[in-house]
């Protein structure tokens, strides 16, 4: 072998360890990236308030108490606007939960999708709690 042909094998030996040190590099960043936002995180009520809710008391008199919850981790990166009536009450993650005082009647409560929106009407009794679960499934990749 010549002096220039071991020249060129060393160099395309550095030439692959950069590459290989470059790769490991951008993956370590993608993967810190995606563990750093990978939860999606919403403004939570107090302690009390929650301890509060979870007791499923009955809603104030004339009233029907709305629970709309999310009990799974699935889609845990997703937040999705919550509405009510066509008013947006906020946007749901995973193992969180809104609850509503309704007035006793015809509601509409609705939430997107990546496929379409997804909508549903309750007609709501007074000193009645209801819960809805809102469910997240894996869409394509």
């Not at 609705?110 to 000193?127: I, Q, Y």
Request: proline share 4%.
């Amino acid at each position: 072998m010549t002096r220039n042909n071991e020249a060129r094998s060393s160099n395309i030996h550095n030439d692959k360890e950069l590459y290989m040190f470059n790769k490991a590099i951008t993956l370590s960043i993608v993967l810190l990236s995606v563990c750093l936002a990978g939860c999606a995180s919403v403004p939570m009520a107090s302690f009390d308030e929650d301890k509060m809710r979870k007791e499923f008391n009955p809603p104030p008199q004339d009233m029907a108490g709305l629970y709309i919850y999310r009990n799974t981790n699935i889609g845990g990166a997703l937040k999705k606007t919550v509405r009510v009536d066509g008013e947006i009450i906020g946007e749901s993650a995973p193992m969180t939960y809104f609850y509503l005082d309704i007035t006793p009647g015809s509601h509409s409560l609705s939430t997107e999708s990546e496929f379409s929106d997804n909508a549903l009407t309750l007609d709501a009794n007074s000193g009645n709690n209801y819960f809805v679960h809102q469910h997240i499934k894996l869409g394509h990749l």
